[in-house]
């Protein structure tokens, strides 16, 4: 077998196995898509309703929320602590 015929056939199996590849890869495609119609279908996608009732029950961007007071002096020390504790190694 020559140098020539042996390109030739290694090329025609990296052909092989790409066509393989993409082929399962459409297989998966197609079969994810039929499951997501089989799922609509059959109303078994109920957590959708539920987290599009949470982001409509969100609070618009510009409102004010009411949220406890953080003890803005421990965290502070606790940055400085860190940054002294990295300084020093």
């Known amino acids: 077998m020559t140098i020539s015929e042996m390109l030739g056939q290694s090329g025609l199996l990296t052909l092989l196995g790409m066509c393989v590849v993409f082929s399962f890869i459409i297989i998966l495609i197609l079969c994810m898509k039929l499951l ?3 799922v609509h279908t ?3 996608d109920k957590d959708v309703g539920k987290v599009q009732k949470k982001v409509s029950a969100a609070p618009k961007a510009g409102a004010v929320q ?5 003890d803005q002096k421990a965290i502070i020390a606790a940055i400085a602590a860190a ?3 990295k300084e020093s190694v």
């Open 66 to 70: 009411n949220k406890p007071a953080v």
């Open 42 to 44: 059959f109303k078994l």
């Open 83 to 85: 940054i002294h504790e």
């Open 36 to 38: 997501q119609v089989f």
